[in-house]
């Protein structure tokens, strides 16, 4: 086994939710040393002709990731490893924080086609005809944005991807409905925690009035501008939110998890040219944090 391969133990918790069969009716050959591969260019951030041969043919590897990407299989993993954990008492509800981060997209990451290719017996899914990629070119040069719900275990339970100048507040919504934990002994899946937690970036009246009504604890500290404009609106503008800053404090485990997933060399630095793709690969980092004891 070499370094950064599956262990026993995380490929027994990962074997029961792959898939069992590929087209026409065949047999998907060596998941786990497909998967070894891509964790290893995961890890390393190589370009995927440059695989080590043990992982056995690059393109094998590669279009494994890209259709797993592309048909929804990683989000359906992704979904069944936090179920998984969820029954065993591993996630931490009392405290879900909600952050960005911005990504250098590499100059190998920009010229996708307009129209990216099929997967034969699949439809087209909406993430897969977005004109942008997930991408924008700034004065820095090309970048995407991570936005991501972390629980108190500093592991992500919901992500989304976007153009590097998009604002987090207007993401938060989008963010917050992807949280969907299920359970396995049936029943309506998970979706609201304990108490949410966000920058200054994340208050807005738009946030807020939604949290309220799914009756959301939440901790968002209010800019002086909105605190101001409030209060010279008199009782037109609605009470103080409440804010406890022992609460506050546990916002550094979302800073936690994102320093976690951009270890990864191919999340801290986009390579792929497709949005979906590189929304599979933070999906890959996310199942692989979620394996770990």
């Known amino acids: 086994m070499g370094r950064g391969d599956l262990p026993h133990a995380e490929w027994a918790r990962l074997k029961p939710h792959l898939p069992k069969s590929g087209q026409r009716g065949g047999r998907w050959a060596s998941h786990r040393r497909v998967i070894n591969g891509i964790l290893y260019r995961l890890r390393a951030g190589v370009p995927w002709r440059d695989l080590p041969a043990r992982f056995g043919p690059w393109k094998t590897v590669y279009e494994r990731h890209r259709r797993w990407s592309a048909d929804g299989t990683w989000e359906g993993i992704f979904a069944a490893v936090l179920a998984d954990a969820d029954a065993e008492g591993r996630i931490d509800w009392s ?18 086609r307009r129209k990216p290719p099929r997967v034969p017996g699949k439809r087209r899914t909406p993430r897969q005809r977005r004109p942008d990629e997930g991408l924008v070119r700034s004065r820095g040069g090309l970048t995407c944005k991570i936005h991501l719900a972390g629980e108190g275990g500093r592991r992500p339970l919901a992500l989304l991807i976007t ?18 934990v299920g359970r396995l002994g049936g029943g309506h899946p998970r979706t609201r925690p304990d108490n949410l937690g966000g920058d200054k970036a994340y208050s807005s009246r738009r946030n807020r009035r939604y949290l309220r009504r799914r009756q959301i604890k939440h901790t968002i500290p209010e800019p002086k501008n909105q605190r ?65 004891p």
């Not at 153009?163 to 969907?180: F, K, N, S, T, Y």
């Not at 800073?255 to 999340?267: F, G, P, W, Y």
């Open 163 to 180: 153009p590097g100048q998009w604002g987090d507040a207007p993401q938060l919504i989008p963010v917050m409905e992807r949280i969907r």
């Open 95 to 112: 405290m879900v924080s909600v952050d960005s981060t911005s990504c250098r997209a590499h100059q190998h990451a920009a010229g996708a």
């Open 228 to 292: 101001a404009n409030r209060q010279r609106r008199g009782s037109k503008g609605g009470r103080s939110a409440g804010f406890d800053k022992t609460i506050y404090r546990r916002r550094n485990e979302v800073e936690r998890t994102i320093n976690a997933l951009k270890n990864s060399r191919a999340v801290a630095t986009r390579f792929d040219k497709r949005g979906y793709i590189f929304h599979g690969t933070v999906t890959v980092a996310s199942i692989r944090l979620w394996l770990r």
